[in-house]
């Protein structure tokens, strides 16, 4: 049983960066493929990045690409998110989960075994 814990969620102003954390316990990290999501008041959860078990391969939403930026300790056990040139769009509650490693990208919730409880970030203008 994989334990994810996420972290470094708040407010800042619309251009502002921030950088999630997400702490995986329980588990052989190193064999899950790493994804995060997030969730709008009143929207479906959404993919937003996910990077292979080695690190080596990512994949980012249309939404955030360019701006976010995924990666991965795998000594640490941790995955982050660093967040840059943050939009209004951007506020929600970020999850992040893990999937045993598929062969191929994966960006659907159902495909991902473990989530944490999620951290708020809100960007504002």
């Known amino acids: 049983q994989v334990q994810l814990v996420e972290s470094g969620g708040g407010s800042v102003q619309a251009g502002g960066s921030l950088r999630l954390s997400c702490a995986a316990s329980?588990?052989?990290?190193?064999?899950?493929?790493m994804g995060w999501f997030r969730q709008a008041p009143g929207k479906a959860r959404e993919f937003v990045a996910v990077?292979?078990?080695?690190?080596?391969?990512?994949y980012y939403a249309d939404s955030v690409k360019g701006r976010f930026i995924i990666s991965r300790d795998n000594v640490k056990n941790t995955v982050y998110l660093q967040m840059n040139s943050l939009k209004l769009d951007d506020t929600a509650v970020y999850y992040c989960?893990?999937?045993?490693?598929?062969?191929?990208?994966?960006?659907?919730?159902?495909?991902?075994?473990?989530w944490g409880k999620g951290t708020q970030v809100t960007v504002s203008s």
């Open positions: 329980g588990g052989t990290f190193s064999r899950y493929d």
């Open positions: 990077i292979r078990w080695s690190g080596g391969n990512t």
């Open positions: 989960a893990a999937a045993l490693t598929a062969s191929s990208i994966v960006t659907y919730t159902s495909q991902y075994d473990y």
